[in-house]
Structure formats: C-alpha cells, structure tokens
C-alpha cells in the first residue's frame, strides 16, 4: 500500500530535494529518508494539509537539515525590478518559437534564478501547490511566498524578453 | 493593455512552459528501495510528550476497571439494592462451578440467566474497555494494548 504511495510522489520529492542538494546521490538519499520519516510518522499524519504537502514540508526539512543550509530568509519587498514591458508582447514572442526554443528560452531564463527560487516556482507549477502550502512548507510566510513568486515572475519575463529580443534580432 | 504587474499567480504561459520542462525523475529502483528499508528497519514509535500522555490515560482506564470490579464484586452497596455476593460461598461455588468445563459452562449459562449482577459486572468491563479505547483513538494505528 504504503509503495503506491511512494511510487506516486518519488518523483515531485526527488525532483524538490534535487533543487536543494543538487546532487543526484545526494538527493536520492534525501528522498529515501524523506519517505522514510513520512512512513514512520503517518500516525500523525492528521489530514489538516494535503497529504502532498505534508510530505513536501518533511521532504524541505530533510533536505536543509541535510545540506545544513540555512531556511529560505524573509524577503523584503523590492520594486527595484520594476520594467514596464507588456506580457502581451512576451507571450506574442514566445508563441512564434517552437516548441524546442520555448523550451530552451525557459531552461536560460530559470538558470537565472536562485536555487530557492527554482524551488519555490517549481512547488508552485510542477507541484501544484497553494501559496498557503508553500507558506507551511518552507515557513516563509504567505505574504513573503507572494512577493517571492510575483519577483520570480517578474524576472522570468524579464529574462524571456531579453532572450527572445536576441532571438528575433 | 497588462503590464507585468498584472500578472495572474497561476500565469498561463509560465505554467504551460514549467509543466513542459523536463523534471529530475527518481532513479528506476527506488520505490524498491525505500519498501525494503521499511521492512527491513522498522522502528518502534518514539515517546513523545503526546504518547505518554495517551499511555497514562490508558493505564488510568485500565486501573480504574480493575478497582470497580473489585468493588462491585466484594463491597456491600445496600443503596443499589442488587443482589451482590454476600458470602464467600457463593464466590467459591462460582468458581468450583467454572472448573468443570461442561458443568462450569452449564452452571455460568445457568448462573448468568439467574443473576443480573454478573451482567451488570461484564457490562461495566465492556463499557471501560470501549471507554478506554477512545481514549487511545489515534494511536498505534487505532489498536488499543487491551483489546
């Protein structure tokens, strides 16, 4: 029973301590021992969260114990970033490339980010989950998470722009 | 026209180009693995402040059944007006009667039909014991340590 479950979630936790550890033993490891705790701890497991994001929390938590890195800090907020460009025009843009080129123009525009980042944007598109979630995952509060995903945003498209700009040249 | 500032949190075109991007995928024997090391590793639940607190919720229960079938069993409760033991002869007939398996089975059906004080007595241990597994509801997978 308990191997479905892990055959469900291995790789969303694989795929989230990877982002922390960035090394593939290394988070295998930390995936192991993830869905280790969560099994010896799914008596307490009490339905207040989604069973995702319990197992996401028990996954960061592992994860920053192992690389004794310290917790994603509170963000100030800061418009310095502020680039009044339209989204029409990005999206315009990026739909004339193909499939391969969204894709590589994506893969450039995340390298530009924090591994925080690159986590927070992943639990938030790939995993699916809530502001609330993300804000019981890491501890960050909801207001922060927001901030924190409207910035990396923000540099996505900055970052999309200037790379499809190139492009077109 | 929107502008950056206006864009939605579930962004339709940053969703539709993360959800194409490749992910890292867990290595092929994974799931293997993890099952094997909780078979092979189980580890006794840890006490915690939360299972201590449950465990003496339980040996209250358990001590507290003990102490009123005790009572019930050799206390005098002329206010209940039930007919209790009065003597250690009907304790010893009882028991004399339980050593015979078939006569002990005869006469503890016969006894039960006559006497409503020992229903009352199987009662009170049936309603402790199920009081005491609420009590523990929640823990080791809802199994209580006495039933």
């Known amino acids: 029973m308990y191997a479905v479950l892990v055959d469900r979630y291995k790789d969303m936790v694989f795929s989230l301590v990877f982002k922390i550890v960035k090394s593939r033993e290394e988070a295998e490891e930390v995936a192991q021992d993830t869905f280790l705790k969560a099994y010896h701890a799914l008596s307490r497991f009490k339905h207040e969260a989604r069973f995702s994001t319990w197992l996401f929390r028990i996954a960061y938590n592992t994860a920053i114990s192992r690389t004794r890195k310290k917790q994603i800090t509170t963000l100030a907020i800061d418009e310095n970033l502020v680039e009044n460009y339209s989204t029409d025009e990005v999206h315009e843009n990026v739909n004339q490339l193909d499939e391969q080129q969204q894709l590589e123009l994506m893969k450039n525009a995340l390298k530009t980010l924090s591994n925080d980042d690159q986590m927070l944007i992943s639990l938030f598109y790939n995993n699916q989950q809530t502001v609330e979630e993300i804000s019981v995952i890491t501890g960050l509060s909801e207001s922060n998470v927001k901030v924190r995903l409207h910035r990396i945003r923000k540099k996505l498209y900055s970052e999309m722009n200037q790379r499809v700009g190139l492009l077109h040249a | ?147």
């Open chain 2, 1 to 147: 026209m929107k502008t950056i500032h206006d864009t939605e949190p579930d962004d339709k075109l940053l969703m539709e180009l993360m959800l194409k991007m490749p992910v890292e995928k867990a290595p092929e024997s994974f799931t293997s693995g993890v099952m094997q090391q909780v078979y092979s590793g189980f580890e006794p639940v840890q006490e915690t402040p939360e299972l201590r607190r449950q465990m003496l919720f339980g040996y209250i229960s358990l001590l507290a059944a003990i102490l009123i079938v005790g009572v019930m069993v050799f206390a005098q409760w002329p206010f209940f007006n039930i007919n209790l033991f009065s003597s250690t002869d009907q304790l010893r007939n009882l028991l004399n009667a339980s050593m015979g398996i078939l006569d002990g089975i005869n006469s503890i059906t016969q006894f039960l039909k006559d006497s409503s004080t020992v229903i009352i007595i199987m009662s009170s241990i049936g309603l402790l014991l199920i009081f005491e597994r609420f009590l523990r509801r929640g823990f080791q997978q809802n199994r209580s340590f006495l039933l």
